[in-house]
Structures are given as structure tokens and as C-alpha cells.
């Protein structure tokens, strides 16, 4: 692809590959995400992958992974996506199994900034989980992927049962239909409760019994953690099986643990331990055969 340094791969999908790359015309480290046609599904080039670019091509905020542009080469989609330098936040828990609370809270606010912004915009997720939390310089918590995620009208019911099931509300699980934002909401406090108690609140290896579990709130919180009443009572409330009385958005932003004015400690984040850096002097410029494979990219769905 004429205009990338290479670097390494750095994920793969069942039809994708992800490297960490230079783009000489943004001047910026980028992730170059290449999507074959030849593998994916027909469901999901002619259906899920537009929809994830259109939604990418309008969005724009500082908790949300950058989009850069997207191209068609060839018989393949060229993705290129902000760089996240500092890798996920499932990452950062295997390597911090004992992160503060300050920590935490910094993490799930940058978060719940970024959902709102969707849900503010008529986008829903449905797919947040700890591996969907990137981590950029110097420390900022930035929503990524969004190949599940999709426009939804007010009270509109969504049918499509999807996600990852370990972080998926009950309503999801059982295919009767479901509200898009309250399922975010679930799987936000998933992801606070496994941030802060290194640990899922189910047992996802059987689905039935989870669900089960997840409509009798049978999840506790470890022993060994010494967590404050105002963050077991937040997650808590997001954990809520029942959607009328699950808490919104609005509501975790102003509740105690998110509205108390503890700062975090500036050498707490120095402390902490992240993944080894991308090395980039691995990074070459793609070869004249490899520009020449394909054709020149043929249309963009879009570029910022």
C-alpha cells in the first residue's frame, strides 16, 4: 500500500489483519486494519462492515479511537484507525492486578464519556468490553471497534443478539428483543466490575446458567478486594437485570463514586506497568510488487 511504513502485526481477525504503521500523508503512527473479501462472510461485507464505516465516518470525540479513511483495494477493505500505544485495558489488567480505585475511576469516566457521546448521537455499541478499551499517550481510555454497533430511534427494540455473552445483558441473551442503551449500560458495569475485582461477575461457560445468575443478581464481589460502598453500589445498580430500573448514563455520572473529586496521583500511572512498546525500526515501506498485487485503492468511504 503506497503511503504506509509497515510495522508488525499486531492483531488478527478471522478475516482481518492489523499492523501498526506510519502514514506519511496524516504524519502519524496509525493501525492499518486489512479486511479480505475472500474471507468474510456475505453478512458481513454487504451488511455489518458498511454500517461500521458510516457510523466511523461521523463520529468524533476524545474517548473514541480516531478514524482516519477507508479504502477499497482490490478485493479488500484498508481500514486506518488511530494507534493505541499503550494496548487495552484487559492488557493493563494482566499486567496491574491491582488497580486502585483512582485508577479505575479515571479509566471509567473517559469511558462513560465516550458512550454517552454515542448514545447522545442515536449510536448504540453492543459490543464494550475490556478489549474494546484502548489506551493512548499519555493516558487516555478511548472506545474501539465498533463492527457490532448501529443507529437505533428512540424506544426502537433490537433484535439482533450479539456481543460478547460474558458482558451481555440478560434481555440480549434470551432473544426477545431488547433497548440498545441499557445493554451498553450492563456491559459497562462488566467492564468496571472486572477492572476493579480482576475477575467476571458470571460464569459464561454455560449460557443458561448465567442468565439465570444474572436475573438473581448472583454475582459478589471478591473477598480479597477492598472495594468503597459507593463503587459496589454503583456497579450494582448497572448490574440491575431488570432494564426499568437499571441505571442510565446520566445517573453513573452523577452518582458518588463518579462525582467524588479524588484526583488520581500522577505517579500512581507512572507506576503502572503497560505493554512493551511497538517497535518501529521493524516498520519498511511496502515494496513496489506489493502496491502492484492489487490496484490503486478505488474509492475511500471516507477520510478526516
Known amino acids: 500500500m503506497v503511503g504506509f511504513i509497515h510495522g508488525p502485526v499486531i492483531g488478527h481477525g478471522s478475516f482481518s489483519t492489523v499492523r501498526a504503521s506510519y502514514s506519511q500523508e496524516h504524519n502519524t503512527r496509525v493501525a492499518v486494519k486489512v479486511i479480505d473479501q475472500k474471507k468474510a462472510s456475505d453478512n458481513f ?56 480505585e483512582s485508577i479505575a475511576k479515571r479509566i471509567f469516566k473517559q469511558v462513560v464519556d465516550g458512550v454517552e457521546y454515542l448514545h447522545n448521537n442515536g449510536i448504540v455499541h453492543r459490543d464494550l468490553k475490556a478489549e474494546n478499551v484502548l489506551l493512548t499517550d499519555p493516558f487516555v481510555a478511548k472506545v474501539a471497534d465498533f ?27 434470551t432473544g426477545r428483543g431488547y433497548f440498545g442503551p441499557p ?15 480482576h475477575s467476571m461477575p458470571f460464569d459464561d461457560t454455560k449460557l443458561k446458567a448465567m442468565v439465570l445468575a444474572q436475573k438473581n443478581r448472583a454475582f459478589q464481589f471478591p473477598k480479597k478486594r477492598t472495594l468503597s460502598d459507593d463503587l459496589k453500589a454503583l456497579i450494582q445498580s448497572m448490574l440491575e437485570p431488570q432494564v426499568e430500573t437499571r441505571t442510565t448514563l446520566p445517573d453513573i455520572r452523577e452518582s458518588p463514586w463518579v462525582n467524588n473529586a479524588d484526583v488520581t496521583d500522577p505517579a500512581e500511572v507512572e507506576d503502572l506497568k503497560f505493554p512493551p512498546p511497538i517497535e518501529e525500526e521493524d516498520q519498511k515501506e511496502a515494496s513496489e510488487d506489493e502496491s502492484s498485487a492489487d490496484p490503486e485503492p478505488s474509492t475511500s468511504s471516507s477520510k478526516s
Not at 463492527?147 to 441473551?173: I, K, N, W
Not at 445493554?183 to 475485582?197: H, N
Open 45 to 100: 461485507w454487504n451488511r455489518f462492515l458498511p454500517r461500521e464505516l458510516a457510523i466511523l465516518s461521523k463520529i468524533r470525540h476524545p474517548n473514541i479511537i480516531h478514524f482516519y479513511e477507508a479504502h477499497t483495494w482490490g478485493t479488500r477493505v484498508v481500514v486506518v484507525m488511530e494507534l493505541a500505544t499503550r494496548g487495552d485495558l484487559l492488557e493493563l489488567l494482566g499486567l496491574n492486578p491491582d488497580i486502585k
Open 147 to 173: 463492527g457490532l454497533a448501529r443507529h437505533f430511534d428512540g424506544d426502537q427494540m433490537l433484535e439482533t443478539m450479539c456481543g460478547s455473552a460474558a458482558y451481555a445483558a440478560p434481555e440480549v441473551l
Open 183 to 197: 445493554c451498553d449500560v450492563w456491559s459497562l458495569g462488566v467492564v468496571l466490575f472486572v477492572t476493579v475485582c
